[in-house]
């Protein structure tokens, strides 16, 4: 079964700083990759997905995430975060075959600071 | 377009009671249901997922149940809530397919006293 990994609990940054979010994932076959973001007392927005071709996916509002099939990663980054970034960000993984089922990571809470 | 509606924002049940959310999706045909549980500082777990009317599949063993009585609307219920069943409850949909995101609701939160 595949599993999702998100090492930083919670990340702390600096206006204008930029910023990498950590996910690794395990799976014994070909996966799709997912970032979501959450807001305090909200559901999950998708931020963005990989699901082929350029492994170099990008969000509407500055971030983007890299598909590493070697390092079995997909951190998601951006270049100078803004105070509105300031959320709980999920990486999720589904097979892709059959039924879709997403598998979440435990989430990292990013702090954006003045 | 399509939108989820998810209901109530918020609830306080004593232990013992019943439970009900409800969960509807407009603008789609179809969709695959789920149901997830947050609980404070962790992930999400599937509770449980639906393919069709009357077709509910259960990830964990628990003290929660769900049904889909139509297309678009997902159920989740417990005949008697317990302390641990509290949590931010979030319904979501996806369309068919593989690679096909989830679409998730504004969330329930269930405090259990």
């Known amino acids: 079964a595949q599993s999702v990994t998100q090492l930083d609990s919670q990340v702390p940054v600096f206006e204008e700083a930029p910023v990498e979010l950590r996910c690794n994932y395990s799976?014994?076959?070909?996966?799709?990759l997912f970032w979501y973001v959450q807001y305090p007392n909200q559901g999950l927005q998708l931020l963005l997905k990989?699901?082929?071709?350029?492994?170099l996916v990008e969000s509407i509002n500055g971030f983007e995430a890299e598909f590493n099939k070697s390092q079995t990663s997909f951190h998601l980054r951006k270049p100078s975060v803004h105070i509105s970034d300031t959320a709980e960000y999920f990486c999720?993984?589904?097979?892709?075959?059959?039924?879709?089922?997403?598998?979440f990571g435990t989430g990292t809470r990013l702090l954006v600071s003045p | 377009s399509q939108t989820i509606h998810q209901w109530p924002a918020t609830l306080v049940q004593p232990v013992g009671s019943p439970l009900s959310l409800e969960c509807t999706v407009e603008?789609?045909?179809?969709?695959?249901l789920y149901w997830y549980r947050q609980a404070a500082g962790r992930g999400l777990q599937l509770l449980f997922y639906?393919?069709?009317?009357?077709?509910i599949s259960s990830e964990v063993p628990q003290n929660l149940s769900a049904s889909r009585p139509q297309d678009r609307q997902f159920i989740l219920s417990s005949k008697k809530l317990l302390l641990s069943d509290s949590g931010f409850y979030l319904c979501?949909?996806?369309?068919?397919?593989?690679?096909?995101?989830?679409?998730f609701g504004n969330g329930t939160r269930l405090t259990v006293t």
């Open positions: 979501a949909w996806s369309a068919r397919g593989p690679g096909s995101p989830l679409h």
């Open positions: 799976s014994s076959v070909s996966v799709y």
């Open positions: 990989y699901l082929s071709g350029s492994t």
């Open positions: 999720a993984v589904s097979l892709n075959t059959g039924f879709q089922k997403l598998v």
């Open positions: 603008g789609t045909s179809n969709p695959n």
């Open positions: 639906s393919v069709g009317i009357g077709q």
